[in-house]
């Protein structure tokens, strides 16, 4: 068998060995066949001719037209009573600057609020596609669990409105770029920059299991750098709440391949440890430039994730070692949690209480011109047009009566200046 590491090395390109998301949206099935989940996983190269090829969340069906029509009618049926509730804060009060991201059911959106000035990101859902991938429950948890969140290393939800056919979450809008953006670019991180990241992210989802919190996909994609270089973890979509040490909570089926816990594969149902799992991988990745077990062929990888030895190369010392087997072990209930974690000697010069306070200086500061700063996301999304898709009816999209109550109490107006 060749080492964990050795097939890892043959990849080009470093972090931006990615299969992104795919299996994150083949929800609910308890008992999976890890081929299921290989469906439209894509290898590396893919991943990269992926975020070129045309976006496919939006159907067919969608035809781009400016959201901003002056003659244009608050919310697309402004006699339904779910946008009534939104009139607070709708789609009308943003200027779309930017498209910065996509994610399974439509665009992130860099905005300004037209009366204030200030800007945010928007996450654009559409309600036909989540109906249709049965994620109805997951969307409404992202939004209700974000709202309630309150921590300096994940995102703030400001408000959360809908029109007839989508969904809208406006956040802060984190200008520092995706991790997975400057791994893909710098191929791995000094010890430091993975020292301080790793803690961030581990305060950041103690606190989320704290409140039973699971967030259930961290991974490059996800992390993003603020202005100063620290972290701010996004997407709360696979975010559930699952009671504290309840290590079988839940048997959906998803994550992102590479950094799915072996209980995952097992379908024999999960809790908060995934999420230490998956940390554990994210810190293998940093430090060496890919996951540590790392395959093109995803059978193998679930395979590899189930079994293979965990190998390091030379250059990673003891302490990270340590840590890493404590956080990539396979039994759940044996796994690094928490405490292991902050207690552990990788992390013996990290002052906590300062971390959490956002007193550590990040050994590296992206390089950004203000707020709106578009300069760290990748061209490929900053190259579109910023306009929010039209939704045209047809029979296949078409939502019922029933299915516009399912979105109910998704509107939400957070204290902010904007109310
Ligand atoms: N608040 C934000 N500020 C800046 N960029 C953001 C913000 N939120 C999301 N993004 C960008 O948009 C991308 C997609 O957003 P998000 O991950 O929430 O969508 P998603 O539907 O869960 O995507 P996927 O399922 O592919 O992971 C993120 O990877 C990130 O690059
Ligand atoms: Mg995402």
Known sequence: ??????????????????????????????????DKATKGSSSPEKQEKSKKSKPTSDSPAAKEKPAKKKDEPAGEDAGDALVEASKKVNKEDFELLAVIGRGSFGKVMQVKHLATGQIYAMKVMRKDAI??????????????ILQKIGHPFIVRLHFAFQTRDKLYMILDYVNGGELFYHLK???????????????????????????GIVYRDLKPENILLDKDGHIIITDFGLSKEIPVGD??????????????????????????????????TLIYEMLTGLPPFYSKNINFMYKKILSSELTFPSYISEDARDLLEGLLTRDPERRF??????????????DWDKLEKKLIEPPWKPTVKGEGDISQIDEYFTNEDAVDSYVERSPLNQLDDEDKGMFEGFTFAGESTLG
Request: hydrophobic letters at 30%; charged letters at 30%.
């Open 131 to 144: 109906i249709q991938k049965n994620q109805v429950t997951h969307t409404k948890d992202e939004k209700s």
């Open 247 to 280: 290590n079988e909570g839940t048997h959906t089926f998803c994550g992102t391949p590479e950094y799915l816990a072996p209980e995952v594969l097992r379908g024999q149902g999960h809790g908060h440890a995934v999420d230490w799992w998956s940390l554990g």
């Open 1 to 34: 068998m060749g080492s964990a590491f050795s097939s890892k090395k043959n990849k080009k390109g470093g972090g931006a060995a990615k299969q992104k998301g795919e299996v994150k949206k083949n929800k609910e099935a308890s008992t999976p066949k890890p």
């Open 337 to 350: 949690k928490g405490e292991d974690v902050k207690e552990h000697p990788f992390f013996s010069d990290i």
């Open 185 to 211: 670019k710098e191929g791995k991180f000094s010890v430091e920059r993975v020292k301080l990241y790793a803690a961030e992210i581990a305060s950041a989802m103690m606190h989320l299991h704290a409140q």
